[in-house]
């Protein structure tokens, strides 16, 4: 079974930098996708940025381009998130998702992954 722990969150000012974490654990290597999604108070939860296991391409919703960068280390089984320049409008509840199930194209919805963690408070002072 799969599962999923972020870290990494906090507060931080405008135009700062954070690093948000996903560790996989896992019995087999299961998982194929790893995504980080966000949820700020009284929205949908939305896609942010997301990984393939294999080949290592990634996505970006439009907002976070240039700003946000998705890797991961394979040795380590996780999965980062690099947030550099921060905007008040990236406050939110970050959250890894792991997909275990072959899906094309890379989905962006919650139902292309069945593993979640917990979330992590990431607050952006302006």
């Known amino acids: 079974q799969v599962q999923v722990v972020e870290s990494g969150g906090g507060l931080v000012q405008a135009g700062g930098s954070l690093r948000l974490s996903c560790a996989a654990s896992?019995?087999?290597?299961?998982?194929?996708?790893i995504s980080w999604f966000r949820q700020a108070p009284g929205k949908e939860r939305e896609f942010v940025a997301g990984i393939r296991r294999s080949g290592g391409t990634t996505y970006y919703t439009d907002s976070v381009k240039g700003r946000l960068t998705i890797s991961r280390d394979s040795a380590k089984n996780t999965v980062y998130l690099q947030m550099n320049s921060l905007k008040p409008e990236d406050t939110a509840v970050y959250y890894c998702?792991?997909?275990?199930?072959?899906?094309?194209?890379?989905?962006?919805?919650?139902?292309?992954?069945?593993?979640w963690g917990q979330g992590t408070q990431v607050t952006v002072s302006s």
């Open positions: 998702a792991a997909g275990t199930f072959a899906s094309t194209p890379f989905p962006q919805g919650l139902g292309g992954y069945d593993y």
């Open positions: 896992e019995r087999t290597f299961l998982w194929l996708r």
